[in-house]
């Protein structure tokens, strides 16, 4: 938490101390709702532990000055959005989706109507979407909101895990932690996680270098996603897609933020409670 007696820089660069995790000014935060109040409504701070001192009713008390958090302006606009599809059956269920084809539920219905909300305030240029009909059906509730084209990409599927697809997580992790820990050995009926990471790798390459702040794209994908996107930003392969952590819950959405030259990248959860990502498998 910042220390209001600290000696802040100027409007819009990091906060004195904090620079490493941001905050920014709240003044400047690409999320907020009304520029003169000072309460915070944006779910992400909401959920935020480290803020819940400051919940008020409506939101949390911020300081306009000197900021509170770090889900604000990251320096530049984003240049990629990831949302994850809606809540299944299989989702509720804590049992492995992979490639099964299952509808969201009624619950994830309505969290894709609310990231679709959310996400109308973004200048989406392109929505690109995993083939399955739970990451398409949640891109269309935001094609409805903003207007533009979904296209699918199957190479936005998720971890094809063979056999395990639709059975128990809990009584199956250990078969998958095998997998996890020799990555190079496919599941059977399934792929490898090497391969799996290969061809998200690819996908991320692809639409990260076409992205930018003036040509915004989409994501609508699946957990195993989000996970692979870490590693590739970290260059860490310890995370474990299809685990009980995730970065932000069904229907969440994570931002992309990049230096100029695209060398450097943070991505944030930004609607959605995050979680913490899974490295310690």
Known sequence: MPDENLD??????????????????????IHRLDPKSDICTHPAVIADPELANRLVDGGVKINLEHGCCSYVNQGSEPILLILRHGETGLNKEKKFRSLRNVPLNDIGLQQAQDAAEFLKEYPIKKIVCSPLDRAFHTALFVEEACGAPVTKDAALLPWDLGNLAGKPREENKDVL????????????????????RKKQFAVFDKYIGEASADNLILLVAHTSTLTTLNQWIDDNYSGQPESDDEDVEPGGVCALYSDEDKDDFKLIPIWGQPKPADYGS
């Open 177 to 196: 932690q095998h997998h996890v820990d020799n990555s190079e050995e496919p599941l059977p009926g399934g792929e490898s996680l090497d391969e799996f």
């Open 8 to 29: 802040y820089a100027e409007q819009g660069t990091p906060i004195a101390g904090y620079e490493e995790r941001g905050p920014y000014h709240c003044e400047d935060c």
